[in-house]
């Protein structure tokens, strides 16, 4: 009997043995691949390891763009045990974000499984944050892409969308230099789904983004579109815009478009603010357009500078249309014509150049396509082939009209005229480097083709100078430096029909006449105060920033002959940073209210100082720097023409604003 019992115990024995062999078998062999996955998977998790996007700088290394390590925390229901932990973690950040408790109650309660706590949290509070341990609770790095100067070059660098990728400006179209490469880590986790470790020999590191540096010089940037701001509260509009480059190589030193928007705060703007005008939108240049057709008719030799040629006293009948000019004239020379800008002098001229040729030499300058700048958005504009021409069409383009243009394709175009012929193409990006600071990939100025010969080149500076100096554009020439260029006033079309109460009002030009340095186009679209014309809306802010540009850049300024007044530079130290501009208009405002007496110059700077005494007329001489502390003609006193005030100044002086 008892042997019969232990051979039973044996044998259950041996079956669950058996059963436990073979449960062994089908766990560890048959299904082994099976459970290993799954097992890995609940234990282990592959996560990303963002890879930190590269910064943008001007061209002088002042930061446009960086990145801020935030984080952000999140609550997964699935995962709390106890009540008395929400109770806890709600308490927590309650305290630390001054925020009342019904308002993280009520984000868990209308949440399913994941409640975003907190978004883009820094500072120290996030250390303080992430020391909570507490099933459920768990954070993200979540960067936050920062613009230090807000509105600043916006329509040029562009904004990131939710996900950290560029969709504007040099934030998109060098998205995949600035964003980088993404690593990755497998971390080990407990059953409770705790951290254990990271396993390091499975980590990925992620590569940094590329920086970039542009072309623009963030203080010239600035300058622009201050002015740019206040041209447009002063004349009014539905924008102004403007693009300061540089003739020679082709790049953008400032950009801007006023209305602008603050890069940090995109969506708060609409998507036309938001659009660049510069790029995307086209115009009929009307007169600006002149030293396009001018500098091909001089290039063709289909007419002289000794040329003579009859205004028709302001009204022409040209077939069956009659062409006008806002000023009769008689007979005028070529330059005349250009400098008066005779819509009648350009339209006679146009008639001796085949259709074919001049429309070739115009889409020699870029018109009718797309300048390749590395932003997105840009157009072409458009310039009709002869065979869709009419009998009126070579007239009209003649004086900027039947073509459109972006303003960029204009300026570039206007840089080729004044450099010697040499077309091109606009850039915006100087180079890129990687987070050692060495050179990636270096952008050098890119040769288009050549449009003119130097000598059709140096006439039309020659033309563009006596257009500032005699003709329409008095007002964009700059005190101390030597200016030319074209203005330009065009009837908007509106549905198909040319406005008259619409008109786009432009500036085109260029600084120093003798060494081209700097080209600018000025842009008011409908301005609504007073004029409309080119030459009083446009062109006193292409003035503006010329003068505080050469503030900046001391070799622009010289000897100026027509007024005798020296201004003695070997002495002077201009100041670096750009003017208190509220300050200035100030100072102009009260200089308007008594022009038969000297004003009291003591503690004003240079700028302040040229500007005063070349608006009344007075002859001067300046030496030293800073600010001035004495000047030879009292304050008070009654003005002479046959007088020259002497202006001394000096360094540490305080800043006054009494004038008289």
Not at 22 to 41: H, N, P, S
Not at 142 to 160: C, E, K, V, W
Not at 273 to 281: G, S
Not at 417 to 434: A, D, H, R, S, T
Request: charged letters at 25%; hydrophobic letters at 35%; a positive charge.
């Amino acid at each position: 009997m008892n042997i019969n019992r232990l051979i039973f115990v044996v044998f259950c024995v041996f079956i669950a043995f058996g059963a436990v062999v073979a449960r062994l078998f089908y766990v560890q062999i048959v299904k082994g691949d099976e459970y290993k996955f799954f097992a890995q998977r609940q234990q282990t998790s592959t996560q990303v390891i963002p890879a930190e996007r590269g910064l943008i700088f001007d061209r002088n290394n002042v930061l446009l763009s960086y990145n801020k390590n935030d984080f952000s925390f999140y609550l997964d229901l699935k995962r709390v045990r106890r009540e008395e932990d929400i109770d806890t973690l709600v308490k927590i950040f309650s305290r630390t974000f001054s925020k009342p408790v019904e308002h993280y109650y009520s984000l868990i309660k209308n949440s399913k499984r994941r409640v975003t706590l907190e978004k883009k949290v820094s500072g120290t509070e996030v250390i303080h944050l992430k020391e909570i341990k507490m099933n459920g609770f768990y954070f993200e790095e979540d960067p936050t892409r920062i613009y230090p100067y807000n509105n600043l070059a916006s329509h040029l660098i562009g904004h990131l969308d939710v996900d950290l990728q560029g969709v504007d400006g040099i934030e998109k179209t060098l998205n995949t230099d600035l964003r980088g490469i993404d690593g990755k880590r497998v971390i080990l986790r407990d059953a409770n789904n705790n951290l254990i470790t990271v396993q390091e020999g499975a980590t990925i590191p992620s590569k940094p983004g590329l920086n970039a540096v542009l072309t623009i010089n963030k203080t010239y940037q600035n300058i622009l579109e201050e002015e740019l701001q206040y041209g447009l509260e002063q004349f009014g509009g539905d924008y102004t815009l403007g693009i300061l480059m540089d003739p020679n190589t082709g790049e953008i030193i400032a950009l801007s478009n006023q209305r602008d928007y603050n890069l940090n705060e995109y969506n708060a703007s609409s998507d036309s603010i938001r659009r660049n005008k510069a790029l995307t939108d086209t115009y009929e240049p009307g007169s600006t357009f002149k030293s396009i057709a001018m500098s091909i008719f001089l290039e063709k030799n289909i007419c002289s500078e000794n040329e003579q040629i009859f205004g028709e006293n302001g009204s022409y009948q040209f077939k069956s249309i009659k062409i006008r000019d806002s000023h009769p004239e008689g007979m005028m020379s070529l330059k005349e014509v250009f400098a008066k800008s005779s819509n009648i002098g350009m339209a006679k001229i146009s008639q001796k150049i085949d259709d074919e040729e001049f429309y070739l030499a115009v889409r020699a300058f870029g018109f009718g396509n797309i300048t390749n700048i590395t932003l997105p958005g840009e157009v072409k504009g458009k310039l009709k082939n002869p065979m869709e021409w009419s009998a009126y069409s070579k007239s009209s383009l003649s004086f900027g009209y039947e073509v459109s243009v972006t303003p960029l394709q204009l300026v570039t175009a206007y840089s080729a005229i004044i450099n010697g012929g040499i077309l091109y193409q606009p850039q915006i990006v100087k180079e890129l480097k990687n987070v050692s600071g060495n050179v990636v990939k270096k952008y050098e100025p890119k040769e288009i083709r050549k449009v003119i010969s130097p000598t059709t080149s140096q006439k039309m500076r020659e033309f563009l100078r006596e257009a500032v100096e005699k003709g329409t554009g008095k007002k964009a020439k700059p005190v101390g430096i030597s200016a030319g260029g074209k203005t330009g006033t065009s009837r908007k079309l509106i549905e198909g029909t040319y406005s008259r109460q619409h008109y786009n009002a432009s500036f085109v030009g260029f600084f120093p006449v003798e060494n081209p340095k700097y080209v600018l186009l000025v842009l008011v679209n409908s301005p609504s105060n007073s004029s409309y014309y080119g030459g009083d809306v446009a062109a006193p802010i292409f003035k503006k920033v010329a003068e505080r540009i050469a503030e900046m850049d001391e070799s622009l300024w010289k000897f100026n002959t027509t007024t005798n007044n020296i201004i003695q530079m070997k002495n002077v130290s201009l100041e670096t940073t750009y003017p208190n501009i509220e300050r200035t208009r100030k100072i102009e405002k009260k200089i308007s209210l008594n022009k038969t007496r000297m004003p009291n110059l003591i503690s004003l700077d240079m700028r302040e100082v040229v500007n005063i005494l070349n608006k009344l007329n007075i002859q001067y001489e300046i030496s030293g720097s800073g600010r001035v502390v004495e000047q030879s003609v009292e304050p008070g006193s009654h003005i002479s023409k046959k007088v020259k005030c002497k202006v001394k100044l000096s360094q540490n002086v305080s800043i006054a604003t009494n004038l008289y």
